[in-house]
């Protein structure tokens, strides 16, 4: 029998799971000031140093029919991500405001460059007169013209944020600047970067608060405007009868989408192996560019693919997290805008791989094979990571701390706090006393005892304002 002076047994605290104590870890760790900084730079170095291994395993056999090495494309590669890192460099260290006070200088530029290419200076390749060549190295001005809209767009809506209910100041002059640089990029013809330009110009008016409705008009004015730019070219009507039904002409216009979900399928759930794929012995055209994502289906399988799943929606999730975590509202808008852009064309590459969209010939961030668009992703990169050096938090630990192990290794200045600009002062003559009270004499008279102590006390912000003015 028990007694009541029986003690019981304390109980013992349950055991934490492995997958709770990672989670509380992960939790913890998110809390520090610099984690959005150094998750971006995880994230960058896993994505580059991945996109290199699979542009050499896919380039391999066609860099030795052109070239006779293996390793021609590869070498290229290499050295666009050399460059990539001089502009990451550069992007990492800019004041935030000299982006805002250059970016119309910058946007005149590019807009200047996408006119030069059309004439006889541009080189045409694969049908599209996008690129200029320099010394042997191509670069398309379109990619650079991403990232000039979306630093001039923003300035332009945060400048003008408390006129954002009326049409004409949301709309004037972002959208024209849009519509000039979707009909210098179509006259190339590159609907490819048109669209990733209109993802920009979406995300601009998303995050800056536009109305729904005026989403859904320009929806419908994409889509009318596809289906006339598909009526107007056959190769674009021909892709997109190919993607809704890829099997009418598989050994034609069918042949590389069809080809692109064989690839997916023949690697499983492991994958035959790095350097194993049979798709890049010619029989899938452009495998280390715009189809790369299958051969990374194939040599690497359904783990392969889930990995890249993972560090873009892991760049998704660092990339908003720094916009929502700012308070200035340039950079807010910069970060979920140039975020919204890198994701999103990812999303549209892997999505016409495994035949959920047409093909347009986007290339993968930081992955595929190219100059400008792994240049352009580094530059995308560089600047996120220098906003998140700016969340508040970053701010007041690196200047009580210290700059950190990178901040010392790279050199980083100390990012300055956000001050938010300084109200105009209205022109009207401010009352001498509260709106409203009764007054004895006649306007303009001073009245004797009780008048300065008046306006002394809490009569106003007009009040307020003489008061602090008299004690400087």
Known sequence: MTTAATKTAPRRPPRKTAGATVLSTL???LTRPLASFHL???VFGLLTVFGLVMVLSASSVDSFNREGTSYSVFVKQVMYCVGGLGLFYIALRVPVRLMRRYSLPLLALCLGLLVLVLTPLGTELN????WFMV????FQPVEFAKVAFALWGAHVLVTKRGLMTQYRHLLVPVVPGALLMFALVMLQPDLGSTITLFIVLLALLWFAGAPLRLFLMMALGAVTGGVVLAMVAEYRMARLTTFLDPLSDPSGNGYQAMQGLFALADGGLLGRGLGQGWSKWQYLPNVHNDFIFAVIGEELGFIGCAVVLMLYATTAYVGMR???RNTDPFIRLVAATLTTWLVGQAVINIGYVVGLLPTTG????LISSGGSSVVTSMLVFGLLANFARHEPEAIAALRSLGPGRVGRLLRLPTPAPYR???????SRPVPRTRPGAKSSGAPGQRRSGAEPRARGARSGPGSRAQTRGGHR
Do not use: E, Q
Request: no cysteine; hydrophobic share 50%.
């Open 362 to 365: 986007l290339p993968l961030p």
């Open 322 to 324: 720094i916009a929502f």
């Open 40 to 42: 971006l730079l995880a």
């Open 127 to 130: 049908g599209a007169r996008s």
């Open 420 to 426: 938010p600009p300084a109200r105009r002062k209205t």
């Open 27 to 29: 939790t913890a760790w």
């Open 135 to 138: 010394a042997g190295v191509s």
